[in-house]
Every structure is written in structure tokens, then in C-alpha cells.
């Protein structure tokens, strides 16, 4: 565990120290690295179970521990959200067809730090036009997000960036999900909105840790949870996508912690 001396805002959102960045990135270049070795494997015929107990597999040879297996009464490594899936997909035996497009989302915990990324994956690798630019929107909308994270800049900063980019491109931002904090806990204070006003919500300040996550549907933006409690999907089973980086406020700007090692954050097919 940390044994920093971390403060809190008066939001609540702790600030830690310049020392406790080399834990994030230990741990958010695990996740990272996991979802690079993945990406091979992400193929038409595949189960998202199988892929799953590689995810499994990889972290407990990396001498790390799965944060969400046994989060809530969740039993697994990773989430992998196929088409209209919005998030939280569970792994199971159903299996992946050609122009399928995958999210898989993996968080680490790596000498108490948590990392937490997900990307998008196309099985076969050939999406669809409309399925291409939908996951490179949404790419876009996360890496503008990133920009406006830096000291000064507030929450709202980032969630009118991602928001404004997002609708530009006629397509919607999904509400009932969000990003939030993380450190040496897997979700923390703040709620890390994916759309807002400009000006509005806490102040961005050095040693912040959080994620910026956007879920982006080609229809509207309502999701509902299916009967296992946990899978959340479009309404209107409009095709959905989403990125997450984990990130940390500096001096100037941010230190994106879940870099890809590989350099294929996006795309991955
Ligand atoms: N990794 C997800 C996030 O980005 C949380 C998954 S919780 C689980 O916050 F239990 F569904 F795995
Ligand atoms: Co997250
Ligand atoms: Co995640």
C-alpha cells in the first residue's frame, strides 16, 4: 500500500504525491500490456471466455492481482462488450463473428496501484464503415478529453471536450456511465463526466489520479441493464463504443499511465 501522505480537495478527490506516479504507471503499463497481447487473439470463431482466461492468466504471471474479480460479486478478469454492448459485458461462451466490435476492459492491481484502460478491438479486422468511424470518434473524443486534463482546467473541461466532439460527429454520448478516480482505490471521488459545460465542476490540480472512459453510440444515448445485472446496453441497440486511459495531473498537463507498450492503443486491428 501507499504510505504517502496524500490530501484531499474539498470534493473529496485526493491529490498524491510525485513519487506515487511510478506505482500508476507500473500498474496502468500492465493493463496496457495485457490488452496489447490480446489484440491477436480477438478473432472471428473466438469465445470472449477464452479470451478472458488468457487475461486471467497474464496477471496472475505477472504477480498481479485482478481488480475486478470478486468486485460486487464480479468472477472475472476482464469486461468484453461486443456491438451494442455499452460496457460491463460479461465473458461468455457465445462467439465472435467477423465485423464484431469488442471493447475489452481490463483494470490491474500492481503493489496496491490500480490501472485501468480499455480499448476496441475488430474481430477479423474489417469493420464497417460506419463501425470504423465510430471507434475512431470515440478514440478522438478520449484523446481531446486528455488535452483538457491539466491544472487550472476543470471537470466540466473535460466532458464539454469529449461532449462537443462527440455530437459534432452525430453521434451521442452515453450519461449513466462515467469515469472516476483511482490511486491506491478502484473508484474514488470524482465522478469523471463524459459530457458538461466548459468552466463548470472541481478544479483540475497536480497529483490527481482518474480515468477518462467515454462511451460514444451511433444512436441515442439511453443504456439499460440486462437480467444478469451487470451488461449494459444501447436501447435503441445502436452500435457502441469506448476507450479508457488512466491518467495522472502534472505540473503542466497529464501522464497517461495505460500508454500502449506496443504502440496500439488504437487502432488494434
Ligand atoms: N473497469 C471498469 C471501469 O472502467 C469497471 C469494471 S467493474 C466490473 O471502471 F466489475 F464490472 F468488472
Ligand atoms: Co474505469
Ligand atoms: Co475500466
Not at 500508476?24 to 490488452?35: N, R, V, Y
Not at 451521442?172 to 474514488?188: E, K, M, P
Not at 486511459?245 to 502534472?250: L, N
Request: a negative charge; hydrophobic letters at 40%.
Amino acid at each position: 500500500m501507499s504510505t504517502s501522505k496524500a490530501t484531499m480537495t474539498k470534493d473529496g478527490i485526493r491529490l498524491y504525491e510525485p513519487a506515487d506516479f511510478a506505482g500508476m504507471h507500473k500498474a496502468g503499463q500492465l493493463a496496457a500490456e495485457i490488452l496489447d497481447r490480446i489484440a491477436e487473439h480477438v478473432t472471428p470463431g473466438q469465445t470472449t471466455e477464452a479470451l478472458d482466461t488468457l487475461i486471467t492468466q497474464w496477471v496472475n504471471e505477472a504477480g498481479a492481482k485482478s481488480a475486478t474479480i470478486g468486485y460486487k460479486g464480479y468472477k472475472h478478469a476482464s469486461c468484453i462488450s461486443v456491438n451494442h454492448v455499452v460496457c460491463h459485458g460479461i465473458p461468455s461462451t457465445k462467439t465472435l463473428k467477423s465485423g464484431d466490435i469488442i471493447n475489452i476492459d481490463v483494470t490491474v492491481i500492481v503493489d496496491g496501484w490500480f490501472g485501468d484502460t480499455s480499448r476496441m478491438y475488430v474481430a477479423g479486422g474489417k469493420p464497417s464503415v460506419k463501425a470504423k468511424r465510430l471507434i475512431d470518434v470515440t478514440h478522438d473524443a478520449l484523446m481531446l478529453g486528455i488535452e483538457a486534463a491539466k491544472p487550472g482546467n476543470t471537470f466540466g473541461d473535460i466532458g464539454h471536450a469529449i461532449q462537443t466532439y462527440a455530437e459534432s460527429q452525430r453521434m451521442s454520448v452515453v450519461r449513466d456511465f462515467c469515469g472516476h478516480g483511482l490511486g491506491v482505490v478502484f473508484h474514488a471521488p470524482p465522478n469523471v463526466l463524459h459530457y458538461g459545460r466548459a468552466g463548470t465542476g472541481p478544479v483540475l490540480q497536480e497529483g490527481m489520479f482518474f480515468t477518462i472512459e467515454p462511451m460514444v453510440n451511433l444512436g441515442r444515448p439511453e443504456t439499460k441493464i440486462l437480467a444478469d445485472d451487470w451488461t449494459a446496453v444501447t436501447r435503441d441497440k445502436s452500435l457502441s463504443a469506448q476507450f479508457e486511459h488512466s491518467i495522472g495531473i502534472t505540473a503542466d498537463g497529464a501522464e497517461i499511465f495505460t500508454t500502449s507498450p506496443a504502440g496500439k492503443f488504437h487502432p488494434t486491428f
